[in-house]
């Protein structure tokens, strides 16, 4: 390595002209291999008498100690299957025995050295060796190349990724929230536990749920095709399964084959907007709106055509602990768990009218808005994120 070789950022703050230099990581900071801890030592709890988290190689504290033995430094995940994975630590804590710890010199920012890193993540990754559990050598983190420049502009690059990060995290919590708001709210406004009206209702509305299968509001509930489709290059009908059920949406990816319109079924033509998709093998429950996407259905997915029920409620329904927990108990299979339509069919639900059903359903299809609304902000901040690293460090 040429420790004089220099290279220029795409992107730099005003005034910043000089070169960025190539350096030995071991030679602009300071790195300590954590030592490890008994396991009498550690608890699953955190307490006044164990404060500290334990980070033993893992991208989250594996528990809680009496002691610290470094603090406000960034971790590099020495083995195991995140060996490489860069992580940063506000506060004390015990870097434990398959963790190193990357601490600044006087020289360099350790935000800088976070977000360099983190820029070079997938070349860390590499760094693995060990067929078993991976492990990364300590000489390997010490002759680690990267760029850097002056302490002034380290600052910089590292408070305006801090502040990103900051802001990522603050949009995660909101996202977070919401998602145990709602998990909240289908506990309470729908019947559980035997009960025919749910804990929490709209005003106006005191009647008691009627008792009804699943079949009753629906006009049919099918799967896709037993089998393997002939694939077409040439095709404009996407074929899925249940894991491209994601989020309330078909995901379709670059990996999701093709097959002709001709290949569809009589039953993937019927299709409508007041139809449910759900995973049925393997995965169980995930679910989706169809949206006149034009697809052909695997043995994995199954459709749900509502008719007399609204189709925002059994949507929602359809995620309550109770009727997963209804699905869990039903599955056939011994490998791979399937869920047999009849099942589903036979699903009981309690149902309100026509309208409070409505209300019910229109209220939860906000909800999810909301929830996806701060999902694609946040991701859309991880993007820029993603952005800024390639382009303000070499």
Not at 308 to 331: A, G, P, R, V, W
Request: with cysteine; hydrophobic share 30%; charged share 25%.
């Amino acid at each position: 390595m040429n420790a004089n070789q220099a290279k220029y950022p795409q992107l730099r703050f005003k005034g910043f002209t000089d070169p960025w230099e190539e350096r030995k990581l071991e030679n602009i900071a300071q790195i300590n291999k954590g030592i490890q801890r008994g396991k009498q030592e550690i608890s699953s709890v955190r307490n006044e008498l164990n404060p500290y988290p334990v980070y033993n190689g893992g991208k989250k504290a594996s528990g809680y100690t009496d002691e610290c033995n470094r603090e406000n430094s960034v971790m590099v995940s020495e083995g195991g299957a995140s060996a490489g994975y860069v992580n940063y630590y506000s506060g004390k804590y015990w870097s434990g025995g398959h963790n190193f710890t990357i601490s600044n010199d006087t020289k360099h920012d350790t935000f800088f050295l976070l977000y360099v890193l983190q820029k070079s993540q997938e070349k860390l990754y590499k760094l693995q060796v060990g067929t078993g559990l991976p492990n990364i050598q300590l000489k390997s983190i010490k002759d680690f190349p990267i760029y850097s420049t002056s302490n002034t502009e380290q600052q910089k690059i590292g408070s305006f990724f801090k502040e990103l990060d900051d802001t990522i995290a603050l949009h995660q919590r909101k996202l977070d929230l919401l998602k145990e708001q709602k998990k909240g709210y289908l506990q309470k406004m729908f019947p559980k536990n035997g009960a025919k009206v749910p804990e929490l209702r709209f005003l106006g509305f005191a009647d008691d749920w009627e008792e009804r299968k699943l079949s009753e509001g629906t006009s049919k509930i099918g799967d896709g095709l037993h089998g393997t489709p002939n694939y077409s290059e040439n095709g404009d009908v996407f074929f899925i399964n249940g894991n491209n059920l994601v989020n309330g949406k078909i995901l379709i990816s670059k990996e999701t084959k093709l097959v002709t319109e001709s290949d569809q079924s009589k039953d993937d033509k019927l299709l409508s907007t007041d139809t449910i998709l759900m995973s049925i093998n393997g995965t169980i429950g995930n679910l989706a709106w169809y949206n006149n996407e034009r697809v052909m259905l695997g043995k994995s997915a199954a459709y749900l055509i509502v008719s007399d029920f609204d189709k925002k409620f059994i949507f929602s329904y359809l995620q309550t602990s109770t009727i997963k927990n209804y699905f869990l108990n039903n599955l056939t299979g011994t490998t791979i768990k399937n869920l047999g339509l009849k099942t589903i069919r036979d699903t009981t639900l309690f149902v309100p009218i026509l309208e409070e059903q409505q209300k019910i359903g229109s209220f939860f299809k906000q909800l999810d808005d909301t929830i996806a609304l701060h999902q694609r902000k946040l991701e859309k901040l991880q993007e820029l994120k993603k952005g800024y690293l390639q382009k303000m460090f070499c």
